[in-house]
C-alpha cells in the first residue's frame, strides 16, 4: 500500500483525484438537478477537438487549446438555448454533431493523439501543471457555486420562482454553463474523454436514491467519488487498467448498491 505512495506520478494523481472527487459532484449536483447532464459528453467532445487541433498545430500545451475551444462552444450553446429557442438538449445535441465532425477532419489531416490516454485517462501522463491547473479550477469554481449558493439552488429548483425575485436566470446559466466547462477540461488528463461525464454525473445520481436534501446529496456524492477515484487510481497501479474506466466501474457498483437500498426505503 505505501510503495504506490512512493512514485511520483502516483502522487500527482491522488492529489489530481482527490480534487475532480470534490468539484465534480459539486458542479454536478446543479447540473443533474437541472437535467443538463448532456454536457459533461458534450463539453468533453468539444475539448478533443482542442486536443486534435493542439496536436495538429505540433502545440504541447494542449490543454489551453481545449479551453480556447470549450469556453466559446459553451457560449454557443447557451446562445442557441435560449436566442434561438432550442432545448438545452437539442443546443447540445447540434454542437457535439458538428464538434464531433470538426475532429474526425483535423485527425485526417494529421492530427495524432495518444487515443488510449485521451478518451480513458492516464496516471502516466499526469504532470504537476495538470494538478495546479485542477487546483486553480476546483477553488475558483467553489468560491462561486457556495458564493451565491441561494441564487443557484433557485435557479435549478424553480426558475420561474427565481424570474419572480428579479434574478437573472441567463446568468445563473452561463456562469454553470462555463464551470462546467473549466471542471470538465480540467479532469480530461486522469478520466478522459468518453469517462470524465461519469464522474459529473453517477455520484449525484447514486447519493438521490438515499438523500432526502441538497446538502447530503452534495456531502453524499463527494463521498462516493472519492472512494470511487481513489480505489480506480490504486486499482488502476496494481492492474494496469485506465484509471478513468476502472473508477467508472466502481460508479457504477456503487450507483446498483444505492438504487438497491433506495428501493429498499433507505432514506438518510
Known amino acids: 500500500m505505501i510503495e504506490p505512495l512512493l512514485q511520483p506520478f502516483m502522487q500527482r494523481a491522488i492529489i489530481a483525484g482527490i480534487l475532480i472527487a470534490l468539484i465534480c459532484p459539486l458542479i454536478g449536483t446543479f447540473i443533474v438537478i437541472k437535467r443538463l447532464t448532456m454536457?459533461?459528453?458534450?463539453?468533453a467532445h468539444i475539448a478533443l477537438t482542442g486536443l486534435a487541433l493542439a496536436s495538429l498545430l505540433g502545440i504541447v500545451k494542449s490543454?489551453?487549446?481545449?479551453?480556447l475551444i470549450t469556453l466559446p462552444a459553451t457560449i454557443i450553446i447557451f446562445t442557441l438555448s435560449r436566442r434561438i429557442r432550442l432545448s438545452g438538449e437539442q443546443a447540445l445535441v447540434v454542437v457535439l454533431s458538428f464538434f464531433a465532425a470538426l475532429t474526425s477532419i483535423i485527425i485526417s489531416l494529421g492530427g495524432r493523439l495518444n487515443f488510449e490516454a485521451v478518451l480513458f485517462g492516464s496516471i502516466l501522463f499526469l504532470s504537476w501543471d495538470d494538478v495546479?491547473?485542477?487546483?486553480?479550477?476546483?477553488?475558483?469554481?467553489?468560491?462561486?457555486?457556495?458564493?451565491r449558493l441561494r441564487?443557484?439552488?433557485l435557479f435549478v429548483f424553480d426558475e420561474d420562482a427565481a424570474h419572480l425575485t428579479g434574478q437573472k436566470n441567463e446568468?445563473?446559466?452561463?456562469?454553470?454553463?462555463?464551470?462546467?466547462s473549466l471542471v470538465i477540461v480540467a479532469s480530461l488528463s486522469l478520466m478522459g474523454v468518453l469517462l470524465v461525464a461519469a464522474m459529473i454525473s453517477i455520484p449525484v445520481l447514486s447519493s438521490m436514491q438515499v438523500s432526502r436534501s441538497f446538502r447530503k446529496t452534495l456531502i453524499v456524492?463527494?463521498?462516493?467519488?472519492?472512494?470511487s477515484v481513489l480505489a480506480g487510481i490504486f486499482g488502476s497501479y496494481y492492474a494496469g487498467v485506465a484509471p478513468g474506466g476502472l473508477t467508472v466501474i466502481i460508479l457504477i457498483v456503487v450507483f446498483s448498491i444505492f438504487m438497491t437500498l433506495g428501493r429498499a426505503g433507505l432514506r438518510i
Do not use: H, P
Not at 454536457?39 to 463539453?43: C, F, H, K, Q, S
Not at 446568468?171 to 462546467?180: D, G, N, R, T, W
Not at 456524492?221 to 472512494?227: D, G, N, Q, R, T
Open 132 to 147: 495546479y491547473l485542477l487546483l486553480i479550477v476546483t477553488v475558483v469554481v467553489s468560491l462561486i457555486l457556495l458564493s
Open 151 to 153: 441564487s443557484f439552488l
Open 171 to 180: 446568468i445563473y446559466e452561463l456562469i454553470l454553463s462555463v464551470s462546467a
Open 63 to 67: 490543454i489551453y487549446i481545449a479551453y
Open 39 to 43: 454536457i459533461g459528453d458534450t463539453v
Open 221 to 227: 456524492s463527494v463521498i462516493l467519488a472519492e472512494f
